[in-house]
Antibody, heavy 122, light 113 residues
Framework: QVQLVESGGGLVKPGGSLRLSCAAS????????MSWIRQAPGKGLEWVSY????????QYADSVKGRFIISRDDAKNSLYLQMNSLRAEDTAVYYC???????????????WGQGTLVTVSS | DIVMTQSPDSLAVSLGERATINCNSS????????????LSWYQQKPGQPLKLLIY???TRESGVPDRFSGSGSGTDFTLTISSLQAEDAAVYFC?????????FGQGTRVEIK
């Protein structure tokens, strides 16, 4: 069955860096677009970034552009999020999610991980 | 960005009764070339991955009980739980994928009365 397992979260000081990983299994990882989506404590969901198959296309939310870098390693069935210049408002649970793709565009996420908590605090 | 607004923020429903959650988008998410509404619904329970319930506004994901249904078009959508079960207590989110800059509703908490 499809499994997505995030890791790498933790406590980091403002201005610091953290690298999140998402290990995928149960499907052909290289065939899918992937996203990172976050949820601040007690808040709603915020899409952060996506990466296409073969990493040809990448996009970021304005809130993280220039600070976060999404990448993938298809040989390791893994998705990554390098987070730099972290701010208090980046505190959230970060989820990786598998996207569907039909009619020439990205669609809904059909599988999500359980998330990893990132806390940015001094 | 397309703003997604859900109502109510929370609701308490008796077991076996109907629960209705509304979702409004700030612009239409109906794509004319496909005639599909680019909207999905998710269920979130503590300690569990988010679960896809509905996509294309009204298509139920495989394995989702048929008491869950989605309706609406353009800018106004509804998720209905026809006969609430105890395991349906959760937070529900709508999501638009019409724009590449995905956005979600703020969530609606469903509790058992």
């Amino acid at each position: 069955q499809v499994q997505l397992v995030e890791s790498g979260g933790g406590l980091v000081k403002p201005g610091g860096s953290l690298r999140l990983s998402c290990a995928a299994s149960g499907f052909t990882f290289s065939d899918y677009y992937m996203s990172w989506i976050r949820q601040a404590p007690g808040k709603g969901l915020e899409w952060v970034s996506y990466i296409s198959k073969s990493a040809n296309t990448i996009q970021y939310a304005d809130s993280v552009k220039g600070r976060f870098i999404i990448s993938r390693d298809d040989a390791k069935n893994s998705l990554y999020l390098q987070m730099n210049s972290l701010r208090a408002e980046d505190t959230a649970v970060y989820y990786c999610a598998r996207e569907t793709y039909r009619y020439g565009s990205r669609n809904y996420c059909d599988h999500w991980g359980q998330g990893t908590l990132v806390t940015v605090s001094s | 960005d397309i703003v997604m607004t859900q109502s109510p923020d929370s609701l308490a429903v008796s077991l076996g009764e109907r629960a209705t959650i509304n979702c409004n988008s700030s612009q239409s998410v109906l794509y004319s070339s496909t005639n599909k509404n680019y909207l999905s619904w998710y269920q979130q329970k503590p300690g569990q991955p988010l679960k896809l319930l509905i996509y294309w506004a009204s298509t139920r994901e495989s394995g989702v009980p048929d008491r869950f249904s989605g309706s609406g078009s353009g800018t106004d959508f509804t998720l209905t739980i026809s006969s609430l079960q105890a395991e349906d207590a959760a937070v529900y989110f709508c999501h638009q994928y019409y724009s590449n800059l995905w956005t979600f509703g703020q969530g609606t908490r469903v509790e058992i009365k």
